[in-house]
Nanobody
Framework: VQLQASGGGSVQAGGSLRLSCAAS????????MYWFRQAPGKERELVAK???????NYADSVKGRFTISRDNAKNTAYLQMNSLRPEDTAVYYC????????????????WGQGTLVTVSS
């Protein structure tokens, strides 16, 4: 099982980016999917979460600007980021609770590689 994150880049403040996180491999099911970020010199923080049923939660710092979504048929989560600010600059990581094929109901946590988002003022 692998998670592949993509969509990072450089934008000016006020701009938008859309990140994608695609899970592949022998997957039985995916529970919650998450986006984290880590800015230089700071700890990794949770940005957004979406459950298998579509319930979404956000960090206060991104509420009203970021939207998490998922396409269960494609095993993919997205993070639409609008009104970006310089303080959103970070490496963004996706994470998912995945039950591999043949693992019954047990779910393991998987991380994707980071994708860099740079917002200039």
């Amino acid at each position: 099982v692998q998670l592949q994150a993509s969509g990072g880049g450089s934008v000016q403040a006020g701009g938008s980016l859309r990140l994608s996180c695609a899970a592949s491999g022998g997957i039985e099911s995916i529970r919650a999917m998450y986006w984290f970020r880590q800015a230089p010199g700071k700890e990794r923080e949770l940005v957004a979460k979406i459950t298998s049923g579509g319930v979404m939660n956000y960090a206060d710092s991104v509420k009203g600007r970021f939207t998490i979504s998922r396409d269960n048929a494609k095993n993919t989560a997205y993070l639409q980021m609008n009104s970006l600010r310089p303080e959103d600059t970070a490496v963004y990581y996706c994470n998912a609770e995945i039950t591999p094929e043949g693992w019954g109901t047990a779910a393991l946590g998987y991380w994707g590689q980071g994708t860099l988002v740079t917002v200039s003022s």
